[in-house]
């Protein structure tokens, strides 16, 4: 009974340390740094471009931002 749960365990620990490195380890993008780059791809593979994106607002204060 013992082996049993030890296999368990050691099965679920695998599988939460597998589950924790999916991801990418940089900094994330905003949608139009992923639109320019999707842009350079495109056009370094020589496939048809996709839309200009446009440049974003600038952001506005928000009285709660600090909280965040």
Do not use: S, W
Not at 42 to 60: F, G, I, T
């Amino acid at each position: 009974m013992t082996r049993g749960r030890i296999l368990v365990t050691l099965v679920l620990l695998a599988a939460v340390v597998t589950v924790t490195a999916c991801g990418r380890r940089a900094g994330l993008d905003t949608p139009y740094e992923a639109a320019v780059q999707a842009r350079k791809d495109a056009e370094k593979a020589k496939q048809p471009l996709p839309p200009e994106p446009e440049k974003p607002v600038k952001d506005k204060k928000f009285i709660l931002d600090p909280l965040l």
